[in-house]
């Protein structure tokens, strides 16, 4: 309850005075008190750095892969690559394993650079594949957006998507039939590439936004017959 309201000075007392209990503190206990730093940016960067790796040895607690992501986004959104990265070496030579999460840090972190790094992004993507963990829709979609003024960038990645059996919400809609309708006919590409999203294209999908895109795709490069059998009647 302290962590949740932003009262540090109660919930690290009451971290205290369970050191002394027969209820000592545990990993969550204590991923609880470093995401209620980590909530107030960059002003509790300092005590959750001090948290994972002074207070938690010191109570004989090994940091889990909760607390890594909760230190790592913090400073992959206050300290920079280095700082997240560093997090990471730690991570992994205290052997516990990343997930998703732990991945998303870095992809924030690039995505928020100006201009956003692409390639990094990019790159994480085949670490997360070489590392056996699953590549999912937060992946994909950001992406996607980050490769939106290349078509056959943003079709290769709605492929890969939909081969690994990863399904797009309507943010992803938005971004790949977006990415269509802004290109300029002739294009194959951009009408195989519409095609196949307007096949996945459910009501549930049918956002204003991504309505708008389907309709002003098709438009451009489908006749009208063709854009309600692809859209399974959708845009009639």
Not at 39 to 59: C, F, I, K, N, Y
């Amino acid at each position: 309850a302290y962590s949740r309201l932003g009262l540090p000075g109660s919930a690290e007392a009451l971290v205290r005075s369970m050191s002394s209990t027969s209820v000592p503190p545990d990993a969550f206990t204590f991923n609880t008190l470093a995401a209620m730093y980590a909530r107030m940016g960059s002003d509790g960067l300092d005590r959750l750095r001090q948290v994972v790796q002074h207070d938690m040895p010191r109570a004989g607690v090994e940091p889990d892969v909760v607390t890594y992501n909760t230190l790592m986004g913090a400073c992959a959104a206050w300290a920079g690559e280095a700082a997240a990265r560093a997090v990471m070496r730690d991570m992994m030579q205290a052997g516990v394993r990343p997930n998703a999460r732990t991945f998303h840090c870095l992809l924030e972190l690039y995505s928020r650079q100006e201009p956003p790094r692409v390639d990094m992004a990019q790159r994480i993507k085949e670490t997360m594949r070489s590392a056996g963990v699953p590549l999912d829709r937060y992946l994909h979609q950001t992406l996607l957006s980050l490769k939106r003024q290349s078509l056959t960038r943003v079709a290769s990645e709605w492929r890969d998507m939909r081969s690994g059996g990863v399904q797009p919400n309507s943010i992803g809609f938005a971004v790949a039939l977006g990415c269509c309708r802004h290109t300029q006919p002739p294009r194959e590409e951009a009408s195989q590439l519409l095609r196949e999203v307007l096949r996945d294209l459910t009501p549930e999908h049918l956002t204003e936004r991504v309505l708008g895109s389907a309709v002003g795709a098709a438009a451009t490069h489908l006749d009208r017959q063709e854009a309600c059998a692809a859209g399974g009647g959708l845009l009639r």
